[in-house]
């Protein structure tokens, strides 16, 4: 299962960035996904509710910010909400698509108590 490695990530860059005396106290985990990342969000809070309790963090939760993914258009510049993959630039039709944001998942911020 996908959501279940990026869970485990997830708590792996979070004990990498606290120091351990401070791991019990680790009470909220923010995360940025964007939308075209392919990650199950239910998946991956289940996911990571299992894992963080045989892990010092088993009183952390996730809180998740969903990033809308932006296209530019590569033949006229156009930036555009892209929701799925294929879509084509609303102004010009074309199918050359730069993906600016949206395939990302990332820590963006640990709260310790
Ligand atoms: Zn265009």
């Avoid at 959501?3 to 009470?27: D, G, N």
């Avoid at 509710?49 to 996730?62: G, H, N, Q, V």
């Amino acid at each position: 299962m996908h959501e279940l490695s990026l869970a485990q990530s997830i708590l792996s860059i979070v004990q990498q960035a606290i120091p351990p005396q401070q791991h019990e106290r680790v009470r909220t985990i923010y995360l940025q996904i964007g939308t075209l990342s392919g990650i199950e969000i239910d998946a991956l809070t289940f996911s990571f509710d299992i894992i963080k309790e045989s892990s010092p963090f088993a009183l952390a939760s996730l809180d998740i910010e969903i990033i809308e993914a932006q296209g530019k258009c590569n033949g006229c510049g156009t930036l555009f909400t892209y929701e799925t993959y294929g879509t084509p630039c609303p102004r010009c039709g074309s199918f050359s698509i730069e993906i600016i944001r949206g395939k990302e998942m990332r820590v963006s911020g640990i709260d310790v108590d």
